[in-house]
């Protein structure tokens, strides 16, 4: 078996060779007390995401490359869809990459996902001849499905569901973004447009009345109020 330096600050056992304990980053000194290896190998691991990651990316451009190639010898003088493409690949890595950074919080990483899938979506539908579809029809869904989301987090982590409401503001007023571009006739999508900011409005609403003064006080916590 293999013997590893033990902190005498946390009492960890560690098998890479630092001077630092990885954990509570107190200095290990030369007199260390030895013992077997119960500490799991952090760095060895990070740096095999990391590793994962450069090659998903390496393998993303090769495939835009070849996409933008095809598309280049096949070009009608109208679709574009190697950009299309090279959007998805993009949104791929880029979801991986919230996936393995582990160093926000969980509904922080959920508002990069949304946030990547909006401009995703859209740009999807610009480069694809923008038919509006996006606009009318994918952005409301988006919202209805963040909303769907966020009730089920708020049940699963039920002691913390007040964490919840930062995004909940956001999707909130995303929602009524999509309000004025349908009040202002940019958009035709009546029904879903409506039931969007209706249940982002309501799941607010509801997470302020029911949550008490846990809510309000996160609530002054984000905006300092």
Not at 17 to 38: D, F, Q, W
Not at 61 to 78: F, M, P, Q, S, T
Not at 133 to 149: E, K, Q
Request: with cysteine; charged share 15%; proline share 1%.
């Amino acid at each position: 078996l293999l013997r590893m330096i033990k902190c005498k600050n946390c009492g960890i056992l560690i098998e890479d060779e630092t001077a630092v304990c990885p954990l509570c980053h107190m200095a290990l000194g030369r007199g260390e007390s030895k013992g077997h290896n119960i500490y799991p190998n952090i760095a060895r691991k990070t740096q095999m995401m990391h590793f994962l990651m450069k090659v998903l990316v390496f393998l993303g451009c090769v495939a835009e490359g070849i996409c933008v190639l095809v598309n280049y010898y096949h070009y009608d003088g109208r679709h574009r869809w190697a950009i299309v493409s090279g959007l998805y690949i993009l949104y791929a890595l880029l979801c991986f990459n919230v996936a393995i950074v582990r160093k926000h919080s969980f509904h922080y990483r959920l508002s990069q996902l949304a946030i990547f899938s909006g401009f995703m979506l859209v740009g999807a539908d610009y480069f694809g001849d923008f038919h509006g579809w996006s606009l009318n029809y994918g952005l409301p869904v988006m919202s209805l499905v963040l909303c769907a989301a966020t009730m089920l987090f708020m049940v699963i982590k039920s002691r913390s569901y007040t964490s919840y409401l930062m995004l909940q503001v956001l999707n909130l007023i995303f929602s009524f973004v999509l309000l004025l571009f349908l009040l202002l006739g940019k958009t035709t999508s009546i029904a879903l447009t409506w039931t969007a900011f209706c249940s982002a409005l309501i799941l607010f609403s509801g997470t302020i009345v029911f949550g008490g003064i846990r809510a309000r006080n996160e609530l002054q916590r984000r905006f300092n109020l």
